[in-house]
């Protein structure tokens, strides 16, 4: 058991768990997070040249644009955006870390009128994000 990050306590529960990845969540503060944790070479490696095609065989700027209309990546994360409701406004600042294509970022912008950032060590992702 790792302590968390956030608030250095050793309390996690499992939330999901498969042959490559265990992801706890800290019963402290709620932070969510892999365990164990790669180190800083593998996440860097894995996530800026290796996610996309990896996980979804995308290796280019057009095969990103055209995923993202064939899986209705739009839609789907259309339907988080009320649970914000309560909490932004104009006057708002998101940050996303692990921001990928940037889809809930503009749909939350569009929604709220609020300024929005990401984080996305994906070159790719971006790439498609910043477009």
Same mark, same amino acid.
Request: proline share 2%.
């Given at each position: 058991m790792?302590?968390?990050n956030l608030c250095g306590? =050793?309390?996690?529960?499992?939330?999901?768990r498969d042959e490559n990845l265990r992801v706890v969540m800290c019963r402290a503060c709620s932070l969510v997070y892999l365990s164990p944790r790669p180190g800083e070479a593998e996440y860097e490696n894995?996530? $800026? #040249?290796?996610?996309q095609a990896s996980r979804h065989q995308i290796y280019d700027y057009d095969q990103a644009?055209? $995923?993202?209309?064939?899986?209705r990546s739009e839609e789907k994360k259309r339907k988080y955006l009320?649970?914000?409701?309560?909490?932004?406004?104009? $006057?708002? #600042?998101?940050?996303?870390v692990g921001a990928g294509w940037g889809t809930l970022l503009s749909?939350?912008?569009? $929604?709220?009128?609020?300024?929005? =950032?990401?984080?996305?060590? =994906?070159e790719l992702a971006y790439e498609v994000a910043e477009k």
């Open positions: 790792q302590e968390c306590q =050793s309390d996690e529960r499992q939330v999901y894995h996530y $800026r #040249r290796q996610y644009i055209s $995923r993202l209309g064939t899986k009320g649970e914000f409701a309560s909490i932004l406004d104009v $006057r708002s #600042r998101v940050l996303e749909l939350i912008r569009d $929604r709220y009128g609020c300024e929005v =950032s990401g984080i996305e060590p =994906s």
